[in-house]
């Protein structure tokens, strides 16, 4: 029996294929190529010295995904497929919509016509929207104010639902904070379309000179600096919580909620100087007004997750940088430069 992987060449995807992978399970990953690449699964071929088979599809397209479930006997589903940009889905709202949510509803019923009822979903902390408090707790409130937080806070909803109609699902969602960094071995990482609205990959591309300076966006935030405070998480760590949440869907029906993050807060002036370390020379950067939307700081508390998956991060934030430029300077071009 597989697990399906839908999203699996993106960033997050492939650090799951590669994990999972190693840790001795069959693979079916499927994605359309949207915003990843299929050298990204090339490669985890290559590391992890295995083979898996590869779907270029859209989950919004039932035949295909129902050919998908019919080709290989399906256990449980990684679902990582998704559009990601806060400013894109305020934009472009009906996109993240529909592929966010109409999406997973196509997934949902291909899943139940084929009798597999083990989902791991991929949310986020921007479902907490500005938290009235750090750090953040899986009961606080959810709120969201973009058509990408929304989709987020609607699919955790309809999980929600699909469970109370038939308490048969097993579902983890995991609330991700700031994924960063890259496998160790530099031949996978985060490879953004066009210029990365994220702070990490932004500063990978000034220390290899695709920009001139790091835009440090507000200095007055009520935080220890001024600038904006978030729990970066390396990606590795981020995608073993997966395989520690497949595992605690073993212990029992119904729909669990975790927090994946450190734990740790840190600035985003804490993050130009580990990357400083990191490169070994200054970063440039400039103190600007704040971005609309940001908000001052979020950060998890993880004790959950510790206490019901048996997981905690354990790479800091130079390990994070170290990786994150390893991958950078090895693909100056992400998986363009092969
Ligand atoms: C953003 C999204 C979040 C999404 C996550 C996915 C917004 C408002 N939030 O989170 O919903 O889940 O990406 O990865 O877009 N910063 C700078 N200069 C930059 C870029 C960022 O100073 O060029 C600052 C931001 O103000 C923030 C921190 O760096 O304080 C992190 O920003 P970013 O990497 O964009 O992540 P989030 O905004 O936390």
Redesign the pocket.
Known sequence: MAILITGGAGYIGSHACLEFLKAGHDLVVVDNLSNSHEEALRRVRQLAGRDFPFHKADIRDAAAMKRIFASTPIESVIHFAGL?S??ESVSKPLLYWDNNVAGTIVLLHQMTAHGVKRLVFSS???VYGDPASVPIREDFPVSAVNA??MSKVTIERMLHDLVRADPSWRIASLRYF??VGADASGRIGEDPNGIP????P?ITQVAVGKHPF?????TDYPTHDG??V?DYIHVTDLVLGHLKALDKLEAGPGLVTYNLGTGKGSS?LEMIHAFEKAVGRPIPHRLLPR?P??VAE?WADPALARKELGWQATRGLDQMCADAWRWQTMNPNGYATA
């Open positions: 990601k806060v400013s986020s902390c921007t990408y937080g700031n994924p609205a994220n702070l990490v932004y790091v835009s440090v966006h507000g600038t904006g978030r985003v971005r939307g940001d979020a």
